[in-house]
């Protein structure tokens, strides 16, 4: 479709009106305890038309995508601005819209056609024969998620978008039991813009062997112990410590109370930018749409706005939140372009897209060797935090215990707890660039109607002191 | 669309081969949403949405499909027919799956539910100015969802219903905070304005400075919106049988350890209200009712066709993931006035927030208090409290700690809009405990 051909021949009386088209190929291979579970290909694609009228936005979403059909749809979205103005939360103008062309492909080496369905199945049925080594495994799983998502974007200011983005998941997982003990251990569940390269059989070959062994050492593990003390994240549970404590409280429509019907408010608020002490002086986080290889990136967000690279906050102090040019009209704090959609039929909103906390000096070894009492946890299992992102509990899958220096022992059930702003400021140490990961997930969920998006969060290993840390039931 | 849908499954089935065995569905959506801040409108539009899912079986190998249509016949019939031999050409390549269930005709369902819904060219006017004077954020959703599926066996189901919902808050100056759902089939504007008047009325319960109370074991209160996110988690590594046979579920310990649960506390499947299809994506129909807990002792679970071949069970056509579709937990004795009173001393909540499995195995659930949540003391709402974590056991506040259960069921409508309007409920009583902990 020319979208351009098309913005050329609506009829409205607007103040500005674009027109995105969505296209997304979602495809799972899922092999469970040797039979395949899902050999499943999604194709989601329609239009969404916005329409700018006295000052308040109108959408309509149309999967018929014949010019008559997105005519009728961009009148529709007209008289729904028409009717609602009268009512603006806020009275925008064009200029939240800009101007902008340009392109975005994912870097990939292997192109999502050079493994045919039947490869990948023979690649996760041996995964499941490389996880399924000891007796006492009773299930297992391999997955793999292949999306090509295809963004084209014009507005009648002459903005003229494509982007396409390639995104390669997978997760490996093992269920074991040793008398009323069960664990479950992951590869994390996690994903990367990238092609087929992930299936290289060496490299799940490594990750199923780790799987399975560690799975073992948790059924035959020691509860993890309760009490204050010394707390070490591994990136893949960095992740989702990044993103519920950092990323969501730093979101501009929630600051300025537009999810309190569901996600929930913020602790932070506008007067916070510039001034809050949000952790130690240690604490440095990007907002980083343009990391090759991260999930969320991408050149331009659904509004058109360009994606670069901001310090959020920068030696613990908060500068910026996470809020796109509308939110930047009605809140006055600095976008960034962050103004997001999960699909054809969803309005974008503001939200999390990469988001990174910057990489230390420290090494594993000084981490480890600095502490005399702790817990390392390993890949997120369970979590869930207040609506005004205050009052935090996670856990883990895979812990280990650090006594003098030194990890003893592994731990089963690791959980901890606290309230966000004194745990980011009990970061101690920030591991260095060889402790650094980037990873993904598929499934944050946020806005009225719900989407649910990708985001991207990369980490160091880092160390917080005196935290609750706590075991199983 | 029903129409529609049953003649182009017609002609896409009588194009398969003797050895293809072919399942058709169709899920969308015409919907009108606005979304409110501050009693004001921050984002309104509407959404046409469907698509055809198609699973294939040949020669004991299994492919899935599905796909955004257009609807226009034409259009999309040959878009069905470039899939459909894209799957046949995929299908070759993959491995046999010895637990695929193959399309039989169990029976057919169709079901249409019209309602009297709000015109999207007045709903803006209707909605709004009683929500003038107050800070009240929220979602609403109207009009018509369908379903549909139908099988080379020669099944065909339908279900279609039209629905309206305004899921919000009121929050006053001091950031205290009422739930509310006006959900219907068909709109009073008097009986909408008398809902919001109300609430408005209950926000001004929440004027008290609240209490800062300590982490420790209180005896609770919940009400029925807390209960059902409650009975929610069980859909989730819960009453599914395939995550208890493969050592993923909270409901282990009741199977492999004969533990039980509260004899106040029954819970069952309950189709009867005609809120939700009663047949699966695979077209099989459940019964009316499913008994699954009773008097707290575990009676059965939910287990799907797949399911039921891998273990040699007996299929109850539970969804494919074995999620609760329509699940109703009996009442108990204590009457609403006098639930302060049976509570005495200890804290009422009537919204709980975000939870999550702590420790699956162990049934161990954390999550927040939130809304409208009181310190009693003596029988007496005394002041709103700050909201607080609770990491505690089903095993607990379904089990041992249930002291009673209310005598009044409420449905509290599934509002979620992930992927497509939710449909259903949970039909649940409040419930009151010896002990609750609350732990930050």
């Not at chain 2, 017609?10 to 015409?30: A, F, M, P, Q, R």
């Not at chain 2, 579920?249 to 009867?272: Q, V």
Request: hydrophobic share 35%; with cysteine; aromatic share 8%.
């Amino acid at each position: 479709m020319n979208l351009v051909e098309i913005i050329s021949k609506i009829d409205l009386d607007a103040e500005w009106f674009g027109l995105r088209e969505y296209k997304e190929n979602t495809t799972y291979h899922v092999i469970r305890d040797k039979n395949p579970l899902s050999n499943e290909t999604s194709i989601d694609h329609g239009i969404m038309v916005e329409v700018l009228k006295n000052g308040q936005f109108g959408y309509c979403a149309t999967s018929d995508l014949s010019l008559s059909g997105i005519q009728r749809a961009a009148t529709t979205a007209q008289e729904s601005a028409e009717r609602a103005s009268k009512y603006s939360v806020f009275s925008f103008e064009s200029n939240v819209r800009p101007k902008s062309k340009g392109e975005y492909l994912t870097p990939i080496e292997l192109p999502f056609d050079s493994l045919s369905a039947g490869e990948i199945n023979d690649i996760l049925m041996k995964a499941n024969d490389w996880i399924l080594n000891d007796d006492r495994i009773m299930s297992v799983s391999a997955m793999a998620m292949l999306v090509e998502t295809t963004i084209n974007y014009a507005c009648s200011n002459g903005s003229d978008i494509h982007q396409k983005i390639n995104i390669v998941g997978s997760d490996y997982s093992a269920t074991a039991k040793n008398g009323q003990i069960i664990q479950t251990r992951t590869d994390g569940r996690s994903g990367n813009q990238m092609g087929l390269e992930r299936f290289n059989q060496d490299l799940v070959r490594e990750k199923c062997n780790k799987v399975s062994s560690q799975v073992i050492e948790l059924i035959e593990a020691e509860q993890c112990p309760t009490g204050e003390m010394s707390l070490v994240l591994a990136p893949d549970q960095m992740m989702l410590q990044i993103h519920e404590s950092i990323g969501h409280p730093l979101e501009i429509d929630r600051i300025l109370g537009d999810e309190r019907n569901y996600a929930g408010w913020s602790f932070v608020q506008l007067e916070d930018f510039g001034k809050l002490q949000y952790g130690s002086d240690l604490m440095n986080v990007t907002f980083d749409p343009t990391v090759s290889n991260e999930m969320a990136s991408y050149g331009f967000d659904d509004g058109g706005f360009k994606a670069s690279k901001e310090h959020l906050i920068k030696d613990g102090i908060l500068l910026r939140g996470l809020g796109a040019l509308e939110s930047q009209e009605r809140s006055e704090v600095p976008a960034v372009a962050n103004f997001r959609s999960c699909s054809w039929n969803r309005a974008p909103i503001d939200r999390m897209a990469n988001l990174n906390l910057e990489a230390g000096d420290s090494s594993f070894e000084d981490i480890i060797s600095s502490i005399e009492y702790g817990v390392y946890m390993e890949t997120n299992r369970s979590w869930s935090i207040d609506d005004y992102r205050n009052k935090f509990q996670f856990g883990s899958e895979y812990g280990k215990l650090i006594e003098n220096g030194k990890i003893t022992k592994t731990l089963r059930d690791p959980n901890y707890r606290a309230i966000t702003v004194p745990f980011w400021n009990s970061l101690s140490k920030v591991g260095d660039e060889s402790t650094f990961e980037v990873h993904g997930t598929p499934n944050c969920g946020k806005g009225e109607p719900n989407q649910v998006i990708r985001v991207g969060h990369a980490s160091p290993i880092c160390l917080f002191e005196n935290i609750q840390v706590f075991g199983g039931a | 669309m029903k129409e529609y849908f049953f003649k182009i499954s017609e002609k896409v089935i009588n194009t398969l081969s003797n050895d293809e065995h072919l399942t058709i569905s169709i899920n969308g959506e015409n919907s009108e949403f606005i979304r409110i801040n501050n009693a004001k409108v921050r984002q309104i539009g509407t959404v046409a949405d469907a698509s055809i899912g198609m699973e294939l079986i040949k020669n004991n190998r299994k492919v899935q499909m599905s796909f955004t249509i257009q609807r226009d016949m034409e259009k999309d019939y040959k878009i069905i027919i470039d899939y459909l031999d894209a799957m046949r050409k995929n299908i070759l390549s993959l491995p046999e799956d010895p637990l695929c269930v193959l399309p039989k005709d169990h029976g057919s369902l169709d079901e249409e539910y019209t309602g009297h819904l709000l015109n999207p060219k007045e709903s803006v006017d209707a909605l709004l100015p009683v929500m003038s004077g107050v800070d009240l954020i929220g979602i609403w959703a109207s009009g018509d969802v369908f379903v549909g599926n139908t099988n080379s066996a020669g099944q065909k189901n339908w279900f279609s219903t039209e629905t309206f919902s305004l899921d919000y808050s009121l929050i006053n100056p001091l950031k205290k905070m009422v739930k509310e759902t006006y959900a219907g089939t068909h709109w009073d504007q008097n009986d909408y304005e008398s809902f919001i008047n109300s609430s408005k009325e209950k926000l001004s319960m929440l004027n008290e400075k609240s209490r800062k109370i300590k982490p420790g074991s209180y005896r609770t209160y919940i009400a029925s919106a807390g209960v059902s996110d409650l009975i929610d988690m069980f859909s989730w590594g819960g009453v599914s049988e395939n995550s208890i046979r493969k050592g993923r579920s909270s409901f282990i310990k009741m199977r492999d350890e004969g533990k039980s649960l509260s004899p106040c506390f029954s819970l069952k499947e309950d189709f009867s209200s005609g809120t939700v299809p009663r047949f699966n994506s695979n077209g099989e129909i459940s019964d009316i009712e499913l008994p699954l807990i009773i008097n707290g002792a575990l009676k059965n679970t939910l287990i799907s066709t797949r399911t039921a071949n891998e273990y040699s069970l007996l299929s109850n056509f539970a969804s494919q993931g074995e999620y609760l579709r329509s699940p109703v937990m009996k009442e108990g004795l204590i009457e609403e006035q006098d639930i302060l009173k049976e509570l005495n001393t200890g804290v009422y909540l009537s919204n709980l927030h975000y939870l999550n499995w702590s420790d699956q195995l162990g049934g161990r659930v954390t999550g927040m208090t939130r809304y409208a949540c009181f310190w009693v003391e003596d029988g007496e709402i005394i002041s709103p409290i700050d909201d607080m974590r609770f990491d505690d056991t089903i095993y607990n506040f379904f089990g041992d700690k249930l002291e009673s259960v209310t005598s009044k069921s409420r449905l509290n409508p599934s509002v979620g809009t992930y992927g497509g309007r939710n449909l259903g409920g949970v039909h649940c009583p409040g419930i009151i405990l010896k002990s609750f902990e609350l732990t930050l």
